[in-house]
């Protein structure tokens, strides 16, 4: 399948600046990579993060990226690809920039960071399903310490299966994906948190209580339902939002997983964000000794070799297949170029203008 030599790619040239166009080189796979034609990509959090607070952007201009594109193999290097084929639909999670950057029409990854999509399954739900379930898996091993083994099996019983496990955010796509592993996993006793909308879809998921934040009294509720929370997951890691309320919540070796950055002061069309990525910095006097902070560095997760080799080549792919994720409920946003529904994505992040659902856009033109 041929390809061309360049492409059309978005690019941030500065913080809360918008968005261009711009011409970037189509790199030919090498070993161990595919070259991918991007059909969907998602709009996440960490694209607004960047673009309006300019996180972890050294300099500028920057292609726009947050990880997660949907489109088929055009084109394989040599060497271990994981038995991918020019003409599979797939799926990836890559986080590097440059050729990786999912706002483009083609991208070159590595295998391994790639997941061919099973039959029956759309490339608009596939492509929201890979950096939200990479994120819930990592989570839950490396910052919970929870065991998670693959393939699991049929007569396994972890040994904190009673434990309740309390998700701040359940309705985020991060936190749809917990609780649906943790379910496959034995964990029984998943405490969700989120708007009082979302209650049915979060037992059905596998919760097996849901709080509304919204309503007063839900941090007592919380207490009174579980005196002792061994283990917490915070999906937003917004300081008043969540964070104050989860400090009279963790007790002595809690262990609090906070998604990074932590937010100070949130996006808005007026407003400029405040981040900090070193969560022991947040509120150090509001929580009780011996609580257990960790941020979320999901792009870590390579780290482990295990994961590095299985999690998207093999993990992902069966989860999905097998049914026992399911995506996220897509919201397509529309527009008539690359440029003006990646702006719309990022004005409905910056609006607070999404729950329960993940923002999908097209890319490529054709």
């Not at 310490?145 to 699991?152: H, S």
Request: proline share 6%; aromatic share 6%; hydrophobic share 40%.
């Amino acid at each position: 399948m041929s390809f061309p030599t360049t492409q059309t790619a978005l690019a941030l040239t500065g913080k809360r600046k918008p968005l261009i166009t711009t011409t970037t080189q189509v790199f030919a796979p090498e070993e161990n990579e595919v070259l991918i034609n991007v059909k969907w990509t998602t709009s996440t959090p960490l694209d607004l993060h960047q673009a309006d607070g300019g996180l972890l952007i050294a300099a500028y201009p920057r292609l726009s990226h947050g990880g997660g594109a949907a489109g088929v193999v055009v084109a394989v290097g040599t060497g271990d690809v994981k038995g991918l084929a020019v003409g599979d639909a797939v799926s990836t999670f890559a986080w590097h920039g440059g050729k990786e950057a999912n706002h483009q029409e083609y991208i070159t990854v590595p295998a391994d960071l790639v997941s061919k999509i099973p039959q029956g399954i759309s490339l608009t739900d596939a492509v929201t399903v890979s950096v939200n379930l990479v994120t819930a898996i990592h989570t839950i091993t490396k910052d919970l310490e929870l065991e998670l083994p693959w393939p699991r099996p049929a007569d396994w019983t972890p040994l904190h299966s009673q434990d309740p496990i309390l998700i701040w955010g359940a309705s985020s796509s991060v936190g749809f994906y917990l609780i649906q592993v943790l379910k496959h996993w034995g964990y029984s006793n998943v405490l969700a948190v989120a708007s009082g909308r979302h209650r049915e879809a979060l037992l059905a998921l596998g919760a097996k209580q849901v709080f509304d934040y919204t309503k007063p009294g839900a941090v007592e509720d919380i207490n009174n339902a579980a005196p002792y929370i061994p283990y917490i997951v915070d999906c937003i890691g917004s300081v008043e939002g969540t964070l104050k309320p989860l400090t009279k919540i963790a007790k002595k070796d809690t262990k609090v997983a906070v998604m990074l950055p932590a937010i100070l002061q949130h996006a808005s069309s007026s407003e400029a964000p405040e981040y900090e990525m070193d969560i022991a910095k947040v509120l150090p006097e509001a929580w009780a000794e011996g609580v257990v902070r960790r941020g979320v560095r999901t792009h870590f997760y390579t780290d482990n070799a295990f994961f590095k080799d299985k999690m998207q080549s093999e993990i992902v792919p069966t989860l999905l297949a097998q049914g026992v994720v399911k995506p996220n409920k897509v919201r397509i946003v529309e527009g008539n170029t690359m440029l003006e529904r990646g702006e719309k994505a990022l004005a409905l992040l910056r609006n607070q203008a999404v729950s329960g659902e993940k923002l999908v856009w097209k890319v490529s033109e054709e």
